[in-house]
């Protein structure tokens, strides 16, 4: 908006402003400042404002003169410029005129600047004016409509405002009429006005509210006193349970002094309840042989009652539990992967062997003392029982080194029946759990969990269908039907084990004990000793030259016990192996003989030591002894040695002496002492003549 | 289990072949006979079915020492009866023991007497005393009537079947080249084949020409022999050790055949049966050896 004029004379434009101030002063009436202006002379005089002359003068006019002016001092400045060229001096006339004439137009241009500055300022001041009052106008309006949005959030407020009142249920219009007393409803009133029947209505509730109120209260008071009634009556009841169990106490001698063990029997029902049913055939039917037939077994229970009642719970529960420690594990899982792998196997594996907390204990006392105890346990998951054994003796049994296995809780009901080695599950279903879990043979599990036998299942009323012939029977009657025959095996193999243990230890102290009642089957004088009694392992038995014949007859088994024995008389030495079978005395020991005189012989090489095998092997019967022929051992061994002497005695004889003395002089009564093609020596001894013959 | 023991503890005493050749008895130390069907047995169709005897029955208390067939009946003796079987009614599996319609038994026994005995009549006609021990073996040669007889007590004796008289006795053991002191000096094996004589037992099994009553072979056998005979040109023995000997006359042993049992109580040829030739062995076990080839063990029988 400033014209530019380029002009040199820019001291001039700095003088006009100092020029314009005070003159600016001048007409906006403020104070006049007289301290400038000295080129002005009287200014008090002449008033000169140049603003009134603004607004005469035509601001185009003034362009043109404007453009005039700047010609004009141009073509002067041309003129002075020829002047000067054409040599002319510096002080010359014309040049001087002509300066002058410069002069004045420069006045003339600085006067044109004031007024186009002042036109400027005018034009500035106006718009100024203007902008202050449309900006106090604008500021105005702001504050009215922000005014006016403030009112109207009021407004909204108000319209939103909930007051608790309505929150409070009331009852209905109709009701609060009919109910309400008349001061209170005031229906004249309400009716026509809202806010009054509200009022109204809220009264009404605040007395209703009151008046329940009391009500509430006066009920509890009452409620407290029947609860310290019914208090105090339980006491009471509570008071009389130690007398009934006084008395329950003082009625047990009597009970027992009546042989009616009425509350044994009752607390055994009650805890039989829990029992899972294999045992609880068995209890029954054991406790029922035992009454009927054998005064000498007895039945209990033992194990963990609460444990068994946890079992029987509703199956919610426990599904629960499942799923809780199912994500148990499986956090677990997710934290240790790698541990918990093969212990996730373990776990799964004792989950299914997992017993029964219950469990039964039969006790079967024989005449001497000894018991012989039987613990059942129940196997859940594979649906088995087992048993596990425990003899106690009245007197001590550690007197024989090698009838340590005949005790042996392990291998002491092994082949109670024939091939019954309780070492796998009788059930075959067992087979494809086993599978699941990676449990290869139940066999290693036996030791903790009991042998798991065929006849123990029988008992149990628990029949798998096997290779055998079936029985159309499960259940108790299985149970019966197998019952008094085990018990009777069972007795009967204690007995056997109990006697060989004291033969043994007399065997191994070199005495054959022989009783009176077999005394009849030898003669009064033997010779031969037995001077060694020992035990061997399969393994050791194996291996003896002299017994392979009896290995491939297969008649040997692992779970048979091997022994041997060796009698002497003189420079003869007869070494017996024995094998024998678990079911000790039914079947028969079966001896090997080897003897060593002269050069090794055995039954094998020899016809004669092969006939003294047979004397003890296959004329067993007559070595019985006495029911329930349990000396069958001893009078083996005894035989055995009557045999060596015949032998030895027989042997001298036959050869024709080149040698001197005989070793063995003849002692025995025979007949003949050869017979038949292999010319065999008379073993059989008849009692009473005394003497020996041929079979 | 009972049965296996016996088994186990069974020896083969005797054995006899049928008349027809077809079957073979067999008697063992529990007095049981057995009577196998060879025909099956040799049958390009065996099993172990047929080694199995088709008829086994008790035939004495004691063990059945020997046997013998005649041309309708089994004889068997145990200890101190004779019984006689027919092998009509054997092959049927049927056991009756009847009279016999053959000539005289020879009977050697166990009270060092030989008894002659009519088999039609049953009555013994004579009684050949000489022995002084038991005797084990005898033998019968035809043609010249006479009985050969060994026992207990080591004696040879020969005796005229039609005087009953002793012609000879020859006593082998107090031959050096036979007689083996460590054994004994019994008799227990016999056999003839017109002039030779066959006798072992204690003393080592020995070749006799009977004319010069003199031993021309002795066989180096080891154990104690128990039953020779003459085949071919061959003499075949079985005694002590699980094999049989074959051995020349001129007193060499050509082969030593393996078999089962450990020691052979009897050895039997059944000539009377072309189609079914065969050598069986029996002794200290429950099975009996058949030779089909007599080089080698074609398979056993078993009681």
Redesign the interface.
Same mark, same amino acid.
């Given at each position: 908006m400033r014209t530019q004029i380029t002009s040199s004379a820019t001291v001039m434009s700095s003088d006009a402003v100092k020029k314009r101030k005070p003159k600016v002063i001048r007409s906006e009436a403020g104070a006049p400042e007289t301290k400038r202006g000295r080129a002005e002379g009287d200014q008090d005089v002449r008033v000169y404002n140049e603003e009134v002359e603004l607004e005469v003068r035509d601001p185009q006019q003034d362009y043109m003169l404007y453009k005039d002016t700047c010609a004009a001092l141009a073509k002067l400045m041309e003129e002075i410029q020829e002047l000067k060229a054409g040599g002319a001096k510096v002080q010359s006339v014309e040049i001087e005129e002509r300066r002058t004439q410069c002069s004045v137009h420069f006045i003339t241009l600085k006067k044109l600047n004031r007024l186009a500055h002042m036109r400027l300022k005018k034009g500035r001041d106006q718009t100024h004016e203007a902008k202050q009052r449309v900006d106090v106008l604008h500021l105005q309006l702001q504050n009215l409509l922000y005014e006016v949005m403030h009112l109207q959030k009021e407004i909204g407020k108000c319209l939103e405002f909930r007051s608790q009142h309505e929150e409070i249920e009331l009852v209905s219009e109709e009701e609060f009429f009919q109910e309400a007393p008349a001061e209170i409803s005031r229906p004249h009133v309400t009716r026509d006005d809202q806010h009054q029947l509200t009022l109204a209505r809220l009264d009404w509730e605040l007395e209703q509210r009151k008046r329940l109120a009391e009500q509430y209260k006066m009920s509890l008071a009452r409620k407290e006193k029947i609860q310290k009634a019914i208090e105090q009556k339980r006491e009471y009841l509570s008071s009389l349970q130690p007398g009934l169990q006084n008395i329950m106490q003082a009625s047990l001698p009597v009970q027992e002094y009546l042989a009616i063990p009425f509350e044994h029997m009752q607390k055994q029902a009650e805890v039989a309840r829990h029992l899972p049913p294999p045992l609880y055939v068995l209890l029954v039917q054991a406790g029922a042989y035992g009454q009927a037939c054998d005064k000498n077994l007895s039945v209990s229970i033992s194990g963990d009652v609460d444990e068994a009642k946890a079992l029987s719970r509703p199956p919610e529960d426990s599904q629960d539990d499942e799923s809780d420690s199912d994500a148990e594990e499986e956090q677990q899982n997710t934290k240790r992967r790698r541990a918990t792998l093969g212990v996730q196997l373990d776990d799964k594996r004792k989950e299914m062997l997992r017993r029964h907390p219950l469990s039964l204990c039969v006790d079967l006392k024989c005449k001497d003392g000894s018991v012989l105890h039987l613990f059942f346990y129940y196997l859940m998951n594979l649906n088995i029982l087992t048993v596990k054994t425990k003899v106690s003796t009245t007197t001590d049994l550690s007197g024989a080194v090698s009838a340590g296995e005949l005790l042996n809780s392990e291998s002491l009901l092994n082949c109670l029946y024939a091939s019954d080695h309780g070492k796998e599950t009788p059930n075959p279903a067992n087979r494809y759990q086993f599978d699941k879990v990676g449990i290869t043979t139940f066999g290693d599990y036996v030791s903790d969990l009991g042998h798991p036998f065929v006849w123990v299942q029988k008992l149990g009323g628990l029949q798998f269908s096997s290779g055998g012939a079936q029985s159309g029977l499960t259940g108790s009657a299985l149970s019966a039907s197998h019952m008094e025959r085990t018990m009777k095996l069972l007795r009967g193999r204690l007995q056997a084990r109990l006697a060989l243990h004291k033969q043994f230890s007399s065997l191994e102290h070199s005495i054959i004990p022989v009783s009176s009642e077999c005394q009849h089957l030898f003669p009064a004088k033997v010779v031969s000793g037995l001077v060694r009694w020992t035990t061997m392992s399969c393994q050791e038995f194996t291996e003896l030259g002299f017994v392979q014949?009896?290995l491939k007859?297969?008649?040997v088994h692992e779970t048979d016990l091997f022994f041997m024995a060796t009698v002497e008389r003189g420079t003869a030495r007869l070494r017996a192996a024995v094998v024998m079978n678990p079911r000790y005395p039914e079947?028969a020991p079966?001896f090997s003989l080897s003897l060593h005189w002269k050069g090794e012989r055995s039954g094998?090489?020899d016809?004669n030591l092969?006939a003294m095998?047979?004397e003890v092997?296959?004329f067993r019967s007559e070595l019985q002894g006495p029911r329930p022929g349990l000396q069958l051992l001893t009078n083996q061994i005894q035989r055995l040695c009557v045999c060596l002497d015949v032998y030895l005695e027989t042997e001298s004889q036959?050869?024709?002496g080149?040698e001197g003395p005989k070793e063995f002089p003849r002692e025995k009564m025979c007949l003949?002492t050869?017979?038949?093609?292999?010319?065999l020596k008379p073993f059989k001894y008849n009692h009473p003549q005394g003497f020996f013959s041929?079979? | 289990?009972f049965i296996?023991?016996?088994?186990?503890?069974m020896?083969v005493?005797s054995q006899s072949f049928s008349p027809c050749g077809r079957f073979l008895a067999a008697g063992n130390?529990y007095g049981e006979i057995a009577v196998f069907s060879l025909s099956a047995a040799l049958s390009p169709d065996a099993s172990e079915a047929s080694q199995k005897p088709i008829l086994n029955f008790t035939a004495h208390d #004691?063990?059945v020492?020997s046997l013998l067939s005649t041309d309708t009946h089994l004889l068997s003796a145990g200890?101190g009866e004779i019984s006689a079987w027919s092998w009509a009614e054997l092959i049927k599996k049927v056991r009756i023991s009847c009279s016999v319609n053959d000539n005289s038994l020879i009977v050697g026994g166990?009270d060092n007497n030989i008894h002659i005995m009519d088999m039609e009549t049953g009555i013994f006609k004579s009684v050949l005393k000489g022995h002084t021990d038991?005797i084990?073996c005898l033998c019968f040669k035809e043609r010249e009537e006479e009985i050969l007889s060994g026992g207990?007590d080591g004696a040879v004796r020969i005796w005229d079947a039609r005087t009953n008289r002793p012609v000879h006795c020859i006593e082998v053991?107090k031959y050096e080249e036979c007689a083996r002191?460590?054994? #004994?000096?019994?008799i227990?094996c016999l056999a003839t084949d017109s002039d030779w004589m066959l006798c072992g037992g204690g003393p080592s099994l020995s070749l006799w020409h009977l004319r010069s009553m003199s031993p021309t072979s002795v066989f180096p056998l080891p154990g104690c022999q128990?039953?020779a005979v003459f085949y071919q040109d061959l003499i075949m023995s079985v005694g002590e050790g699980p094999h049989v000997s074959h051995c020349l006359h001129g007193g060499t042993v050509k082969a030593q055949i393996p078999c089962t049992p450990?020691?052979l109580?009897?050895l039997a040829l059944n000539l009377k049966n072309s189609e079914h030739r065969v050598m069986t062995v029996g002794g200290?076990s429950h099975q009996i050896d058949v030779f089909t080839n007599f080089s080698y063990r074609a398979f056993s029988l078993s009681f």
């Open positions: 014949h009896v007859a297969g008649l079947v079966l094998r090489t016809d092969q095998e047979s092997n296959v036959v050869c024709d080149s003949r050869a017979r038949g093609p292999s010319r041929h079979r | 289990m296996s023991l016996q088994l186990l503890h020896s005493f130390n #004691g063990p020492f200890n166990g038991y084990h207990e053991f002191p460590q054994f #004994g000096k019994w227990s128990r039953e450990s020691s109580n009897t200290s």
